[in-house]
């Protein structure tokens, strides 16, 4: 099983709005990443959790707060978004601790911000 | 200039050859990737390659490898419509965190 699953698939949100995103995985990975894709771009890395613990915040906006409530599980809490924070939040886990660094990526939430 | 460059478009007619190539800057790399995105999905790995080799194939893919131009290649065989996605090439370098650095990605367009 190489899957990562994020959940919702879309999210549609008012700048007042909170929601959160989730990430799921059972590959006993011990590293997962939250990344942000614009259209026709690649994905940018934003925070980086290593045995559960925030080991790299690319500068993220305070208004997006990760959490690792456990070794399968990723959040995203959003909060006081702006409309150019609309984009597709990708999630991805990787064994971690080495050279041979695959990322397995989930399928993505496609958030607009009204 | 960026670490990882690839052209931004293929276009190729259906049963042909595509070949989609991206240059990398630093030396230490170890391991370097490509990526399929198809529209609206996640990136799916296509396959890898270790810096001390030369080629890899699966299947109707085939990776080339040129350390000392710091060029890396993907050779799709007899390409079809559902080939049509962006493809992105990765590197992780040593001495670092291993993060994969993505290119900008290359739009392959395959046509009837």
């Known amino acids: 099983d190489t899957e990562v699953t994020q959940t919702p698939k879309h999210l549609v949100m008012g700048m007042t709005n909170k929601k959160s995103l989730k990430c799921e995985q059972h590959m006993g990975h011990r590293a997962m990443y939250w990344y942000k894709q614009k259209a026709k771009k690649p994905p940018e890395l934003m925070f980086v959790y290593s045995y559960e613990k925030l080991s790299i915040n690319e500068s993220v906006p305070s208004r997006f707060s990760p959490e690792c409530p456990n070794s399968s599980l990723l959040n995203l809490h959003l909060h006081a978004l702006q409309p150019e924070d609309s984009a597709l939040y990708l999630c991805?886990?990787?064994?971690?601790?080495?050279?041979?660094?695959?990322?397995?990526f989930g399928a993505g939430t496609r958030l607009s911000v009204l | 200039g960026e670490d990882v460059e690839q052209s931004l478009f293929l276009s190729v007619r259906e049963g042909d050859s595509s070949v989609i190539n991206c240059t990398y800057t630093?030396?230490?790399?170890?391991?370097l990737y490509w990526y399929k995105q198809e529209p609206g999905a996640g990136l799916q790995l296509l396959t890898y390659?270790?810096?001390?080799?030369d080629m890899k194939q699966d299947q109707r893919l085939t990776v080339l490898l040129n350390k000392k131009d710091k060029h890396l290649s993907l050779r799709i065989a007899d390409t079809q419509t559902g080939d049509s996605a962006i493809y992105f090439c990765a590197e992780s370098k040593t001495g670092g965190s291993y993060i994969p650095t993505f290119g900008r990605g290359t739009s392959l367009i395959v046509h009837p």
């Open positions: 390659i270790f810096s001390n080799m």
């Open positions: 991805a886990s990787s064994k971690g601790g080495g050279a041979k660094n695959i990322q397995y």
């Open positions: 630093d030396s230490s790399s170890t391991y």
